[in-house]
């Protein structure tokens, strides 16, 4: 039984509970005293950490999609201002610091 | 000659033969090579510039070192090699998105990287290109990301530093070039980092496993590898560091002392012409295939010399603004400028095993053509007390040509620099400076570029 099943933080919904039950155990752990091989441990981290960044990809993407409906219904209720650039504004340069 | 930091791959080797370079595939690393060559994709990205291309020559250029059962690729030679500690923030930057834009398009088309170095990452001007064809292999169903940790510690962790704790990373990471720990950057986060996911889950989580973790995590591991990482996640996991990456910015620390120098600081706008002039005569003179600008600040006079003719520039800088800017520069103009984080008085000594792994960075500089050494002299002999002989004697021994400028004790710069403090430096003088010059090279031009007294030499090396 998954961790977070098991002290009932299902209840938290499908996103948050392995979120928190990652958090939990992550800030509650004790010293072991033992020697962990930095490449055992990221195999054992992955799939958590790859779960939880498939979640966060998929609703953000969910996100910004329910952004994209209410933008695009803003624009339709607003009368296009005389001159107003329509072709939005310029990208900055990501490597401009 | 074998590459001294080709050991590690069974794959494959990487030799040097009259200046070409060869790698020898492996039998152990044959059948991958062949499945990755024939790929659409990879030829692709060989025709992009992302991966540095390989032709098959007749392994008898070997010699004796040809591989039993394998064969031999030719790659184009790469002008200047440098590493990830040398790395502007914005190179490293641009150096871990183009390594995930690659992972992410290969495992489309079923291929994965065998290790996530960012040694085998190297820079075509500001354009990163991936060097080392034998980490691509054919993807194994549910893999998991074998290079993850390493991508960490030499991409990810070094960005951290700078980006959330203002830390550059530079000396750390060549005090450790197989990378930062994961303890070390966990060590540093504080508690408002729960709240950042990609923290949470790069960071924090494995930093306080791998320092409390116990003897349950081999048997996890076990079961974890017996289960296997869907592809669907191994890409969600690429793609998620992607996007964090992506927004990284290097946390200010206030202006540095020469990202803002200017022309103006120091000369007149005559004065800066003069200057200006004499780097692009020696520039379209000389046209070097490459120079190294010794304290290229913003990348100013580097971008003058390659418009007048020299074809590729190596700048060393030590002020982490200056260099950002200089990057910054370069990849908006299109130059084919490098600019590396360099200490000119502490110069990258060679290290990893056996001290020959990773090159110094003088042993670099065999075919560096000219060098420019401007505002430059006056920083090392009475910033860091080294003598004015051997300075001359260092930056004559880097090319067989180059300009040095010498700014005299009257200019402001120098009493700026010797005001709190006693002058112990009787013997710096322009005389003494040419004198130094005559034991090496003989003197082709000379102008003086300042009211103050500033001299820039043209110098040609003798023959040795």
């Known amino acids: 039984m998954p961790v977070h099943t098991r002290w009932g933080l299902h209840r938290l919904g499908p996103t948050t509970a392995p979120l928190v039950a990652f958090v939990v155990v992550v800030v509650t752990c004790r010293p072991a005293h033992a020697y962990v091989d930095p490449g055992t441990l990221s195999i054992v981290l992955q799939g958590t950490v790859a779960g939880i960044a498939a979640l966060a990809l998929y609703f953000r993407a969910r996100v910004t999609k329910l952004f994209s409906i209410f933008r695009r219904r803003s624009k339709c209720e607003e009368p296009e201002a005389p001159g107003a650039n329509s072709g939005g504004k310029a990208e900055s340069d990501p490597d401009d610091q | 000659?074998?590459?001294?930091?080709?050991?590690?791959?069974?794959?494959?080797?990487?030799?040097?033969?009259?200046?070409?370079?060869?790698?020898?595939?492996?039998?152990?690393?044959?059948?991958?090579?062949?499945?990755?060559?024939?790929?659409?994709?990879?030829?692709?990205?060989?025709?992009?510039?992302?991966?540095?291309?390989?032709?098959?020559?007749?392994?008898?250029?070997l010699g004796g070192d040809a591989p039993t059962g394998g064969l031999v690729l030719e790659h184009p030679r790469i002008p200047f090699w440098s590493y990830p500690y040398e790395w502007s923030f914005g190179a490293l930057k641009a150096a871990a998105l183009a390594h995930l834009d690659l992972q992410i398009e290969l495992l489309d088309h079923r291929i994965a990287l065998s290790d996530g170095s960012a040694y085998n990452v190297q820079f075509l001007g500001t354009r990163p290109v991936f060097v080392d064809v034998l980490s691509l292999r054919r993807y194994r169903a549910n893999e998991h990301w074998a290079g993850y940790r390493q991508f960490c510690q030499q991409f990810l962790y070094p960005l951290l530093l700078r980006s959330k704790f203002g830390v550059p990373f530079q000396d750390w990471f060549r005090g450790r070039p197989e990378g930062i720990a994961v303890e070390e950057v966990a060590h540093l986060a504080r508690w408002h980092h729960l709240l950042s996911l990609g923290m949470l889950l790069h960071v924090i989580a494995p930093g306080r496993l791998q320092a409390h973790a116990g003897g349950w995590v081999e048997t996890r591991a076990t079961r974890a590898q017996a289960r296997g990482l869907p592809m669907s996640r191994y890409r969600s996991l690429l793609l998620q560091l992607r996007d964090w990456i992506a927004v990284l910015r290097p946390r200010a620390q206030g202006p540095s002392t020469w990202q803002d120098y200017a022309w103006g600081a120091t000369y007149d706008r005559a004065e800066a012409a003069a200057k200006r002039a004499l780097v692009e005569c020696f520039a379209r003179s000389v046209r070097p295939a490459l120079l190294l600008d010794l304290g290229c600040n913003t990348g100013e006079y580097a971008g003058l010399a390659l418009r007048a003719g020299a074809q590729k520039v190596v700048g060393l800088e030590n002020d982490h603004g200056a260099l950002e800017r200089a990057f910054a520069h370069a990849h908006r103009a299109t130059l084919d400028l490098l600019?590396?984080?360099?200490?000119?008085?502490?110069?990258?000594?060679?290290?990893?095993?056996?001290?020959?792994?990773?090159?110094?960075?003088v042993e670099r500089c065999a075919d560096v053509e000219a060098v420019m050494a401007l505002a430059f002299v006056h920083h090392v002999v009475l910033g860091r007390n080294i003598p004015l002989a051997d300075v001359v004697r260092w930056i004559t021994s880097l090319a067989p040509c180059g300009l040095i400028e010498f700014v005299p004790k009257d200019d402001r710069a120098v009493q700026r620099m010797l005001s709190l403090r006693d002058d112990a430096f009787p013997g710096y003088s322009f005389d003494a400076f040419l004198a130094a010059l005559h034991r090496h090279a003989r003197v082709v031009a000379q102008r003086t570029v300042s009211q103050s007294g500033r001299e820039i030499v043209w110098f040609v090396r003798d023959a040795q």
């Not at chain 2, 040097?16 to 020898?24: E, L, N, Q, W, Y």
């Not at chain 2, 360099?342 to 960075?361: A, F, K, M, V, Y």
């Open chain 2, 1 to 61: 000659m074998i590459d001294p930091a080709s050991f590690r791959d069974p794959a494959g080797r990487v030799h040097h033969v009259d200046g070409r370079i060869f790698r020898a595939v492996h039998r152990a690393g044959l059948q991958d090579w062949l499945f990755v060559n024939g790929s659409e994709v990879f030829q692709r990205l060989v025709q992009r510039g992302a991966v540095l291309g390989a032709d098959e020559v007749d392994p008898g250029v």
């Open chain 2, 339 to 361: 600019p590396l984080y360099q200490d000119c008085t502490d110069p990258s000594p060679g290290q990893g095993w056996n001290g020959r792994e990773h090159r110094g960075l």
